[in-house]
């Protein structure tokens, strides 16, 4: 278990669930809080869970509600990678943390081994389901998901992973939202998206 344990009070019981599993497999030396905030452009944000080994640090965001604005986690996470606070960003969502979450910290330990103890990385390598082994990893896309074939078809786990480091010839769109802010001023993320999408002719409130 890492040294430093989550020490508020956990908000939901995703949250809770998420922490206890993600402990089991970390490094000793990790430090594991959660509710941590961050100074943006657009002002004060909290983090369900940060992870920091040595330099590196990595959030986590457990999404728990059924109608989640994926769009504004999106501008949101943008104003947090560029303040440069953390060096990536996983989103969890509370159907994937309640049913394939062996799954999905076994995806995010070979994407960022150096946050994991190698006992840890070897239970979560057997804890694997096969659908989650046979994924192509691709480390430079924002999105992977696992499809699952027991039966249910539709059922299917996603990995949302935004990072600072962009590679040579990628765009990622958290960028271009992040450039926006600093052209503007700052301000609220909802009225920044929303005159975003207003100069593009986009919709501008999600429903």
């Known amino acids: 278990m890492p040294r430093s344990w989550p020490e508020e009070p956990f908000e939901t019981p995703i949250e809770e669930m998420f922490a206890s599993q993600l ?3 970390l490094r000793g030396d990790a430090s594991f809080r959660n509710q941590v905030s961050v100074q943006t452009i657009c002002g004060e944000f909290r983090l369900d869970f940060l992870v920091t080994v040595e330099s590196r640090s990595v959030a986590f965001e457990c999404d728990g509600r059924e109608f989640h604005d994926f769009s504004r ?3 949101r996470d943008a104003m947090i990678l560029g303040a440069e606070v953390v060096d990536c960003i996983y989103r969890l969502r509370g159907h994937d943390i309640q049913n394939h979450l062996d799954d999905y910290l ?4 070979q994407i960022d081994p150096e946050l994991f103890c190698e006992r840890g990385l070897a239970n979560l390598r057997n804890l694997a389901s096969d659908e989650a082994r046979q ?7 924002e999105r992977m998901t696992v499809h699952y074939w027991d039966g249910h078809p539709s059922d299917a786990m996603s990995v949302v992973r935004r ?3 962009i590679p040579a010839g990628k765009r990622r769109f958290w960028r271009t939202a992040y450039a926006f802010a600093v052209e ?3 301000g ?3 009225d920044l998206r929303d005159e975003w999408r207003r100069r593009h002719g986009q919709p501008q409130r999600d429903v």
């Open 73 to 75: 986690d999106e501008w």
């Open 23 to 25: 402990s089991k497999h």
């Open 188 to 190: 609220s993320v909802d």
């Open 163 to 165: 990072t600072v480091r």
């Open 184 to 186: 503007e001023g700052g």
């Open 135 to 141: 994924l192509q990893l691709e480390p430079e896309d």
């Open 106 to 109: 076994a995806i995010v330990a």
